[in-house]
């Protein structure tokens, strides 16, 4: 077994980073075997010299050694690159034809960006994995394999399964033994070795000197972020080479082959995962502000109705103060509670001379104290059916997005825990 030095000589790799060598020991370890291994990281990191590192170190390295790049490959015509077909199989199927996995008997396929293949396709890829068959598209014939599989990507393998875009099972077939690349910004020490090693080769292809890097420009190439990994930093060294008459690089003149650096931009998160409060889109986001509206109104017509029922201002202050403070906010306080309900009452007095005198139609006289409250049920229906609906879909997805947490869920549509069991109870969710 050769040791990690060796390889990265035979190979051409370059760094001396923990995370970077701790991968290309995984990879020599894991080479005798037969299992299968999933490369994961970054774009750009160089994942594909992973698996080439594992079939020359297995005891298949005299068999083929195949490179698939899953994600270029049309979704209509994938199985039959992968698998072959029939004459006749489909529109332009002239001739039988060999698939990979047949033409590789004995050897390695490397799949790479293995999360773009299509479902149905994953289902094929399950069967080679558990038992080496697999059948050609068109045909019912069952054929054997012999393949040692590594596949790679750069997806987050668990949101791609949550979203149902990847199968759970494949997945821990394929990541027998994961091999994870850190990606650039994570080997800061390497970054200068490799663009010294890139500048070295682009000097001798293009014949010129090669360049030559200054403190202030080291420490801005280990400082910048590099989005891209090695194959960024390769496109830098290449741009600067053909471009720069000067070979001796300073910070300033780097700076501006380097997107955005120095700037205070706000970085973007790579996740595709929604915030809690997040919603699909506008129509969702106005229907919210409507809600809200809605209860505002209705706590207004419930303090309003408080005050036609009792008709003593001191009562309905202390017993609706969390109320007042919901509907008129933090800046209401003290003296201010009574000048909210003394405007309030005074739109009672001027609005309905009298309520017992004359009832009003919106309003169902409550025969108790604790049924002084079923006016909300006149009010509900009178709402639009399309707006309930509507109500019931934001709380359905609400619910789901917090995993049945009614407090979390109140949070997210802005009300109170306590209207929230009361919609869900009055919608039978």
Same mark, same amino acid.
């Given at each position: 077994?050769?040791?990690?030095?060796?390889?990265?000589?035979?190979?051409?790799?370059?760094g001396?980073?923990?995370g970077?060598?701790?991968?290309?020991?995984?990879?020599?370890q894991?080479?005798?075997?037969?299992?299968?291994?999933?490369v994961?990281?970054?774009?750009?990191?160089?994942k594909?010299?992973?698996?080439?590192?594992i079939?020359?170190?297995?005891?298949?390295?005299?068999?083929?050694?195949?490179a698939?790049?899953?994600?270029?490959?049309?979704?209509?015509?994938?199985?039959?690159?992968?698998?072959?077909?029939?004459?006749g199989?489909?529109?332009?199927?002239?001739?039988t034809?060999?698939?990979?996995?047949?033409?590789?008997?004995?050897?390695?396929?490397?799949?790479?960006?293995?999360?773009?293949?299509?479902l149905?396709?994953?289902?094929?890829?399950?069967?080679v994995?558990?038992?080496?068959?697999?059948?050609?598209?068109?045909?019912?014939t069952?054929?054997?394999t012999d393949?040692?599989?590594?596949?790679?990507?750069?997806?987050?393998?668990?949101?791609?399964?949550?979203?149902g875009?990847?199968?759970?099972?494949?997945?821990?077939r394929?990541s027998t033994?994961?091999?994870?690349?850190?990606?650039l910004?994570?080997?800061?020490?390497?970054?200068?070795?490799?663009?010294?090693?890139?500048?070295?080769?682009?000097?001798?292809?293009?014949?010129?000197?090669?360049?030559?890097?200054d403190?202030?420009?080291?420490?801005?190439?280990?400082?910048?972020?590099?989005?891209?990994?090695?194959?960024q930093?390769?496109?830098?060294?290449?741009q600067?080479?053909?471009?720069?008459?000067e070979?001796?690089?300073?910070?300033?003149?780097?700076?501006?082959?380097?997107?955005d650096?120095?700037k205070?931009?706000? $970085?973007?998160?790579?996740?595709s995962?929604?915030?809690? #409060?997040?919603?699909?889109? +506008?129509? @969702?986001?106005?229907? =919210?502000? !409507?809600?809200d509206?809605?209860?505002?109104?209705n706590?207004?017509?419930?303090?309003?109705?408080?005050?036609?029922?009792?008709?003593n201002i001191?009562?309905?202050?202390?017993?609706?103060k969390?109320?007042?403070?919901?509907i008129?906010?933090?800046?209401?306080k003290?003296?201010?509670?009574?000048d909210?309900?003394?405007?309030?009452?005074?739109?009672?007095?001027v609005?309905?001379?009298?309520?017992?005198a004359?009832p009003?139609?919106?309003?169902?006289?409550?025969?108790?104290?604790?049924?002084?409250?079923?006016? $909300?049920?006149?009010i509900?229906?009178?709402?639009?059916? #399309?707006?309930?609906d509507? +109500?019931? @879909?934001?709380?359905? =997805?609400? !619910?789901?997005?917090?995993?049945?947490?009614?407090?979390?869920?109140?949070d997210?549509l802005?009300?109170?825990?306590?209207?929230?069991y009361?919609?869900?109870?009055?919608?039978?969710?």
């Amino acid at each position: 077994m050769e040791s990690v030095q060796s390889i990265k000589q035979r190979f051409e790799l370059i760094g001396n980073d923990p995370g970077f060598n701790r991968a290309i020991e995984k990879a020599i370890q894991v080479a005798p075997t037969d299992i299968s291994v999933l490369v994961t990281g970054e774009s750009g990191v160089g994942k594909e010299s992973i698996p080439k590192i594992i079939h020359a170190q297995s005891h298949r390295k005299h068999g083929k050694y195949i490179a698939v790049n899953c994600g270029a490959i049309p979704e209509g015509t994938i199985d039959s690159e992968l698998f072959g077909h029939e004459k006749g199989a489909f529109t332009g199927a002239t001739s039988t034809r060999s698939g990979y996995f047949e033409v590789a008997d004995g050897g390695t396929i490397f799949l790479d960006e293995v999360g773009e293949l299509p479902l149905p396709t994953q289902v094929r890829l399950l069967r080679v994995l558990e038992n080496g068959e697999f059948l050609k598209v068109g045909s019912s014939t069952t054929q054997k394999t012999d393949v040692r599989i590594v596949a790679a990507t750069n997806v987050r393998m668990t949101d791609a399964i949550e979203k149902g875009k990847f199968r759970e099972d494949l997945f821990y077939r394929l990541s027998t033994v994961d091999i994870n690349l850190p990606p650039l910004r994570e080997r800061k020490g390497d970054i200068h070795l490799l663009f010294r090693k890139f500048a070295s080769d682009f000097a001798m292809k293009y014949k010129m000197p090669t360049l030559r890097l200054d403190e202030s420009a080291i420490s801005l190439l280990e400082g910048y972020r590099w989005s891209g990994n090695i194959r960024q930093l390769r496109n830098i060294a290449e741009q600067i080479s053909v471009l720069e008459k000067e070979r001796n690089i300073n910070a300033t003149v780097l700076r501006n082959y380097l997107p955005d650096a120095g700037k205070n931009l706000p $970085a973007v998160i790579g996740s595709s995962k929604k915030t809690d #409060s997040d919603f699909a889109n +506008e129509r @969702e986001i106005l229907y =919210k502000v !409507l809600f809200d509206m809605k209860n505002d109104l209705n706590d207004l017509k419930k303090l309003t109705n408080e005050l036609m029922v009792k008709g003593n201002i001191n009562d309905v202050q202390e017993e609706n103060k969390s109320l007042i403070k919901r509907i008129y906010g933090d800046e209401t306080k003290g003296d201010d509670y009574e000048d909210v309900i003394d405007q309030a009452y005074e739109v009672t007095q001027v609005d309905t001379p009298s309520y017992e005198a004359q009832p009003q139609p919106n309003f169902v006289e409550p025969a108790s104290q604790n049924d002084r409250y079923d006016f $909300a049920q006149e009010i509900q229906e009178e709402e639009s059916l #399309s707006l309930m609906d509507k +109500e019931i @879909e934001l709380i359905k =997805k609400s !619910l789901e997005r917090h995993k049945g947490k009614r407090k979390a869920a109140a949070d997210d549509l802005g009300i109170s825990e306590r209207t929230l069991y009361r919609k869900i109870k009055q919608y039978d969710l």
